[in-house]
């Protein structure tokens, strides 16, 4: 705000180098927002459909630290890890339950044996302090598959039920982490969506588009957690993309930041598009005074479809640099934002959008006075309707530079 308004007057002349004719209208979006605008139920029904069924795998979601056989996939430490597992050490031996108990070291390393799922017990001498002990027991399985998390539970169970004796380390710290941050996720994300409606019908002076948005952010946000637990929960990809096996679960901070990623970078195509349309229905009500939300949407979208593109362009080629980083959690990470922006530039912003702002007709612009008087100062003065457009304003709508 400070900086361009000074760099632009004496820069403007040589910034627009070398000079050529400019077409504000993109074709290509103009054809695709006619089409969608002209059979909107259909446009809605397929995009809406695809996205609900990307959307679906994200039910099966498990929140976990990935298996350990992932980790690091074709490098050293896997191999010394794979060596470990098929030597009978137990796929858990990377990740210890720690114990750490007042009482016999010897007796409770016995105990903790005869646990159902346990591979192994370790409690050296010099572990030990005059009066506490430190026990590591780890399990057969990973503790990021059912069975993994099944034997811990025990461990946990048995460990803590002796007097003096506590249980922690990594695999129960996933528990809780899970806890003490999704726990809370439903309040999170109904004073985000609360405070994102609020700024959104004060900028739109709409009810229903700020509605729209949030309802077609969270379907976005959802079909980037589908297509990541297919990729690397499930492996449908990950072995053709990143030569890594299915991870069993997907890292348990990922889908938290993605949402803050996504949910923000959305909102901004969002913002920017409706705020296109709602000028251009402005516009062409000034001249009309009809109904003019179909149209006002081609030119929305035929304005802001090249810049959306571009911008979503640019960040889904950086996220997919990222995912080239040979650590299995950017790598998850780097592929839900990868698709979650591709998902939004097309599906949502490219077609989903344009046929429910046509299907609302009308109603897209509904804004009552009480909610207005409560958002703004006053309500934004309309123009009369009987004002005659420029030579300036026809040659726009005409889509002449």
Do not use: C
Request: net charge neutral; proline share 7%.
């Amino acid at each position: 705000l400070p900086l361009l308004p000074v760099l632009l007057p004496p820069l403007g002349g040589w910034l627009d180098r070398p000079r050529r004719a400019y077409r504000a209208d993109s074709r290509l979006w103009t054809r695709i927002a006619r089409l969608t605008t002209r059979r909107p139920v259909l446009a809605a029904v397929v995009s809406g459909g695809l996205l609900l069924a990307l959307a679906a795998p994200a039910f099966t979601i498990r929140l976990g630290q990935p298996d350990t056989s992932t980790l690091g996939h074709g490098g050293r430490p896997a191999a010394v890890y794979a060596q470990l597992v098929e030597a009978g050490f137990g796929a858990g031996i990377a990740r210890p339950v720690e114990v750490l108990t007042t009482a016999d070291p010897a007796a409770t390393a016995n105990r903790l044996r005869s646990v159902d799922g346990v591979a192994g017990v370790a409690a050296p001498a010099d572990w030990s302090t005059a009066d506490m002990h430190v026990i590591d027991v780890w399990t057969v399985h990973d503790p990021a598959d059912d069975a993994g998390r099944d034997a811990v539970a025990e461990v946990i169970a048995s460990a803590r039920s002796q007097p003096g004796t506590l249980a922690g380390g990594g695999a129960p710290l996933d528990t809780d982490f899970v806890d003490a941050v999704y726990g809370s996720l439903p309040l999170i994300l109904v004073v985000v969506a609360l405070l994102t409606f609020l700024v959104l019908a004060r900028t739109l002076r709409s009810v229903l588009l700020p509605l729209k948005a949030l309802v077609l952010n969270g379907l976005s946000t959802a079909a980037a957690y589908g297509a990541v637990v297919l990729i690397w929960q499930q492996g449908y990809g990950s072995d053709a993309l990143f030569d890594t096996p299915a991870t069993g679960a997907i890292t348990i901070w990922v889908p938290m930041a993605v949402f803050a990623f996504l949910f923000g970078l959305s909102m901004d195509y969002e913002v920017f598009i409706l705020h296109r349309i709602r000028e251009a229905h402005l516009d062409l009500t000034r001249q009309g005074g009809r109904d003019t939300t179909a149209a006002a949407t081609v030119t929305g979208i035929s304005r802001t479809g090249r810049p959306v593109t571009s911008a979503a362009l640019i960040l889904f080629l950086a996220f997919t640099a990222l995912s080239t980083i040979p650590i299995t959690d950017v790598r998850i990470f780097a592929t839900a934002l990868a698709a979650g922006i591709i998902i939004d530039a097309t599906l949502v912003r490219g077609l989903l959008t344009p046929a429910l702002v046509a299907l609302l007709g009308r109603a897209s612009w509904w804004f009552p006075a009480a909610l207005a008087r409560a958002l703004t100062a006053r309500l934004e003065p309309s123009p009369p309707a009987t004002a005659a457009p420029t030579t300036d304003t026809r040659a726009e709508l005409a889509g002449r530079p």
